[in-house]
């Protein structure tokens, strides 16, 4: 919905370049379930192989490698963030356990923060403005995939076997995925509102930066930020409930969010109807 307010001509390219990342994505969270981990990895390694090709001018005979070879010559692309993100898929296909918040900004960084600075050839006017932009688009991209955690608790749990949220902090608030149920205990809400805040901190830091883009960018990237930071306003709605509901924004709100930035006032109405503590 976010990339129909950018420039007709970038929205083909950045559609291009997101059928890579589900191409992705779909590997560790798909293939994964269908073949294994182990033969998952080989096909990261033959998208590896066959990325490696489309980047030097020699891209597969294949709908997907040769759209992202005319994007590409169109649109010079910076190939750390794209192996970045096979990385992130590495991450999960080698079942590396999220540990701490740094490996919860790290792993973010890989499959979210990428993300944002592979966008940065399209929203740019001049590449020279990349190092001056990227921290901010990075910022924003892993504050959207930690919103994609939070989002995604019960499923990931429940279909892949995996928990995004650090085990550190579950165990320093006496929790464990495996025994967590409804009605769930109020210092899981504590739990959430912590990573929320790690993250809001984060769009603020990317908000910011969307004043660096040429104006007719900004709405578009401005649009989807505020689209997916209210993800976790739904969480809120829905009393924390993650593990059995997965938090949606209707698109009424979504349309409303393009002109008028309501989170914070919403999160503090919803904090108010319900608010964590640990006492």
């Excluded at 990385?87 to 944002?116: C, E, F, H, K, M």
């Excluded at 989002?151 to 995925?177: F, K, N, T």
Aim: aromatic residues 8%.
């Amino acid at each position: 919905m976010a990339a129909r307010l950018l420039p007709e001509p970038v929205q083909m390219p950045i559609a291009t370049l997101y059928l890579f990342c589900r191409r992705v994505d779909s590997i560790a969270d798909q293939s994964v379930l269908e073949v294994g981990a182990t033969a998952a990895l080989d096909e990261l390694l033959a998208l590896k192989d066959n990325l490696d090709a489309t980047l030097a001018g020699r891209p597969p005979d294949q709908f997907m490698w040769q759209r992202l070879h005319e994007v590409h010559a169109s649109f010079p692309l910076h190939k750390e963030p794209l192996y970045e993100l096979i990385d992130g898929a590495s991450w999960d296909l080698n079942d590396r356990p999220i540990q701490t918040q740094d490996d919860l900004i790290a792993y973010s960084n890989l499959v979210g923060g990428s993300i944002g600075a592979m966008m940065l050839p399209f929203l740019l006017e001049r590449p020279d403005d990349r190092s001056r932009a990227e921290p901010a688009a990075r910022a924003l991209g892993i504050a959207m995939q930690i919103t994609n955690i939070l989002r995604d608790v019960g499923e990931d749990h429940r279909l892949l076997g995996r928990c995004y949220l650090p085990l550190e902090a579950l165990s320093d608030y006496d929790l464990q995925m495996e025994t967590l149920t409804t009605p769930l205990p109020v210092s899981y809400a504590v739990l959430l509102e912590s990573l929320m805040t790690r993250a809001e901190d984060l769009y603020d830091d990317g908000l910011a930066g969307i004043d660096m883009l040429p104006w007719r960018m900004q709405m578009g990237i401005r649009a989807a930020a505020r689209m997916y930071r209210e993800i976790m306003n739904e969480v809120r709605a829905r009393g924390y409930d993650n593990l059995n509901h997965r938090a949606v924004v209707p698109r009424w709100r979504k349309s409303t969010l393009v002109l008028f930035d309501t989170f914070e006032r919403r999160k503090q109405r919803l904090m108010q109807q319900y608010t964590p503590t640990t006492e």
